[in-house]
């Protein structure tokens, strides 16, 4: 019974506490656009462990249309859950309302590219603690944004694209225009891109030429500077696909920066090279392919660590938590965890030293745990070493 109620104790060291800060998540700002001549409002949801520490940097990913009250809970609902279940980047979520989506989103929409620029950008790196990553998604017209500024010399604005059921209908096709031009020129983008389209009524159908449009044209002008992502997602109609897409895109994008779970399991599989080396081999290959890369904290890494040795995979769990150390040498929490694992290995003679150890600095830490933590977990290590004893 014992031994259950302390699975029970690990399995929730990672949840997020609910606290005072949580109340602060959610703000929202008003500015006197230059650009549009009028007020514009830009809402800021911040993720729960923002309020843990006053030093941590974040990516921002920028939502379009949140004057629609249910896309933007959808919107925030989403990211926030996956970012606080270690799903994803950790983000910083940017809503954009705008009052006439076709002026605003549709090509050349350089009045809402220039309000990013000149005006929405320095507000959000002002006052949030942003390191410097970009990423926008575009719901319809929404999509015709991405794809417009994409493909424009103001492709620099972001570094990532997600598209849901873009809408490009415009006459003369300018942006599959511009599209083919600037692919056929070589245009060095370091971007990632997704388009995701149904296959359900009347829109989809229109919308899923887009996408197979952007995706022929790659064909014919392979650019290995645009990491290009579509994704048909079936049985979905043009509003049933903001969700899966939400959850979809993200994973897709994040994955492509950042050495998640996913790809630390497909890099474990390879025996030819130890795992550490293959996750800082990852980290440099993905700065150099975008100029950026985010690189797992000692929260995360132990979190992963912990599910490899569940799985009974002792050795990668190892090397995982010793990149938890190298991030947070005195992290409490990864000692407790790295202990259990030479417990359960039967390595006694390890464990038996780093059980003195964890004791010792849980103690010194105590001010830096909750209440029951210590506690609970106390007593489990003072249990655990008089059965050594």
């Not at 009250?69 to 994803?88: M, R, V």
């Not at 002002?126 to 926008?136: L, P, V």
């Not at 009524?201 to 044209?217: A, H, P, Q, T, W």
Request: proline share 3%.
């Amino acid at each position: 019974m014992k031994r259950l109620f302390f699975l029970f104790i690990l399995s929730a060291l990672f949840c997020f506490e609910i606290g005072e800060a949580q109340q602060q998540n959610n703000i929202e700002h008003s500015l006197q656009s230059s650009v549009f001549n009028k007020e514009r409002r830009v809402r800021v949801h911040l993720p729960d462990r923002y309020f843990r520490d006053s030093t941590t940097t974040y990516p921002v990913v920028y939502v379009l249309d949140a004057q629609s009250n249910s896309f933007w809970n959808i919107a925030k609902g989403n990211i926030g859950y996956l970012a606080n279940n270690y799903a994803i980047m950790p983000m910083i979520v940017v809503g954009i309302v705008s009052d006439n989506r076709g002026s605003d989103f549709n090509p050349p929409a350089t009045n809402l590219q220039n309000h990013f620029r000149n005006e929405v950008f320095p507000l959000i790196e002002k006052n949030y603690r942003t390191d410097g990553y970009r990423a926008i998604i575009g719901h319809s017209w929404g999509g015709a944004f991405v794809g417009t500024t994409l493909f424009s010399e103001n492709n620099d604005l972001f570094d990532g694209y997600i598209g849901i059921s873009p809408s490009f209908g415009d006459e003369d096709n300018i942006i599959i225009k511009d599209a083919a031009r600037m692919l056929k020129n070589g245009e060095s983008f370091k971007k990632y891109l997704y388009f995701s389209n149904g296959d359900v009524g009347r829109r989809e159908k229109e919308f899923e030429g887009y996408v197979k449009d952007i995706d022929s044209l790659l064909k014919v002008y392979p650019n290995k500077t645009l990491v290009y992502q579509p994704r048909l997602i079936e049985r979905v109609d043009h509003w049933q696909i903001v969700g899966p897409s939400f959850c979809d895109g993200l994973i897709s994008l994040s994955r492509n920066y950042f050495a998640d779970q996913k790809v630390m399991e497909d890099l474990a599989k390879n025996t030819e090279l130890d795992l550490k080396t293959q996750i800082k081999n990852f980290n440099a290959t993905t700065k150099e392919k975008f100029g950026y890369v985010h690189k797992a904290s000692s929260g995360y890494l132990n979190f992963v660590a912990n599910d490899f040795r569940d799985m009974d995979d002792y050795k990668t769990a190892l090397v995982i938590y010793g990149l938890a150390l190298e991030k947070s040498p005195k992290d409490v929490k990864v000692y407790v965890n790295m202990f259990d694992l030479y417990d359960k290995m039967g390595d006694h003679k390890t464990a038996k030293p780093m059980l003195v150890s964890t004791i010792a600095l849980l103690k010194e830490q105590k001010e830096n745990v909750s209440e029951a933590y210590y506690r609970d977990v106390l007593k489990w290590l003072q249990e655990k070493l008089e059965g050594y004893n």
